[in-house]
């Protein structure tokens, strides 16, 4: 089977979680005999690169612009894919490449998206591109043979919202075991000794929420620790400049870290904090569990079904002052913070990038014989009173867990 992997910026990932899923799918399904092309964008994956692991990428051009970049580069890459490669099933990434699904269908090529989160929900956007993107997303199913997100919560949004019933494929994880210390040494840091967020510094990824509450608690409560904050954003500089303007002498910036830095910053990190209150399934809470890290995250439902009771939750509409207290208590009760790591390990074991790549081999391999619209096999839309992880394994009741532990649970 020749798979294209189409809409993301391209592999090794270096940005975002769907980058991070189509690296991990394009390996693991050419390790199983498979043909995987994946388009890639020159500005971020280096153009002189041909292969990785395995995979065939294709370099082509885009408009570098905030709103043209992921349409324009995606539409080049549909074209070619519909006339130059012609592979058996294409596999689209994010809603708003959607239209672009009409071009393969239309040259007889399967055609599956992953319509990702719900892009149109993020602040960052203006009116016009909510209007597109909500547009992109209702047309999603009814443009590609095959469509899925990663998280239950999301799909159970789409059904709402939009009347339109699609599947779920979580997200997986694997932890390299990277558990040095030079970067620590070379940013100054202790293990143990820093929170940790990692994540595009955008305004629903609420960086500037976790720099404020930080600041409002005095060092000797945090037990002298400094706050990490991992990451970038093409096209958000000013944002960047405020978040970088609210913090004090105890907050880092290191900028973009990936690889073996990036998960020895994971390792050591005394808790690691995803406010992020869009999307679905977010990779990087996922490899934070893997690593051990007790994770505190903001009580967006798809973060919910993700951590289950390994992870402590703070309410997204309190903001700030909720955060502060989820920070406190962590610092005040370090045995919980353990147990939290214990959990979060056990937690994780639920996520398999092999069991994901099961799950999408099966799908795009009925999408080749089907060859047009056809039903998502049942595994794939049914969620029972837990929405099931990729090993069958039932995930939450989004409302909360204990409240008598405050774990899983609101603060």
Request: charged share 25%; hydrophobic share 40%.
């Amino acid at each position: 089977m020749k798979v294209a992997i189409l809409g993301t910026r391209g592999i090794p990932a270096k940005y975002s979680g769907f980058e991070t899923a189509a690296e991990q799918l394009a390996s693991r399904l050419v390790s199983r005999g498979h043909e995987v092309v994946v388009y890639c964008r020159p500005h971020v994956v280096d153009r002189t690169l041909h292969e990785w692991r395995g995979a065939r990428l294709v370099h082509l051009p885009t408009i570098r612009n905030k709103y043209l970049d992921t349409f324009a580069h995606t539409l080049l890459a549909s074209i070619h894919a519909a006339q130059r490669l012609q592979p058996d099933v294409a596999l689209f990434f994010i809603a708003g490449n959607s239209p672009m699904c009409l071009i393969t269908r239309r040259a007889q090529i399967p055609t599956v998206i992953n319509v990702d989160g719900l892009d149109s929900d993020r602040s960052k956007w203006p009116a016009l591109a909510k209007a597109y993107l909500r547009f992109a997303e209702r047309s999603a199913p009814r443009w590609s043979d095959r469509a899925l997100t990663d998280s239950h919560a999301v799909a159970e949004v789409y059904a709402r919202r939009y009347g339109q019933r699609i599947g779920v494929i979580p997200y997986g994880v694997e932890d390299p075991g990277y558990e040095g210390t030079e970067t620590l040494g070379r940013l100054g840091l202790e293990p143990r000794k820093y929170i940790l967020f990692v994540g595009r510094l955008e305004p629903e990824n609420n960086p500037h929420l976790l720099v404020d509450a930080f600041a409002r608690i005095p060092a000797a409560r945090a037990r002298g620790m400094k706050l990490v904050i991992v990451g970038g954003a093409p096209y958000a500089d000013e944002y960047i400049r405020q978040v970088r303007r609210k913090g004090d002498p105890r907050v880092v910036f290191p900028g973009y870290v990936f690889g073996r830095g990036y998960w020895e910053l994971q390792h050591h990190a005394y808790l690691f904090c995803a406010p992020t209150e869009v999307g679905g399934t977010h990779p990087v809470i996922l490899e934070a569990m893997a690593a051990g890290n007790c994770v505190v995250v903001n009580d967006h439902a798809p973060n919910l079904e993700t951590v289950g009771d390994a992870g402590l939750t703070f309410s997204g509409r309190e903001g700030v002052p909720a955060l502060v207290e989820a920070l406190e208590r962590c610092f005040d009760e370090p045995e919980l913070v353990e147990d939290l790591r214990r959990r979060a390990l056990e937690r994780a074991q639920l996520y398999s990038w092999d069991a994901v790549t099961d799950q999408y081999e099966r799908l795009l391999q009925g999408a080749c014989e089907m060859r047009g619209p056809g039903p998502l096999p049942a595994e794939l839309v049914d969620s029972p009173d837990g929405a099931p992880g990729p090993t069958g394994a039932a995930a939450p009741d989004p409302t909360g867990v204990p409240e008598a532990a405050g774990v899983g649970g609101r603060l």
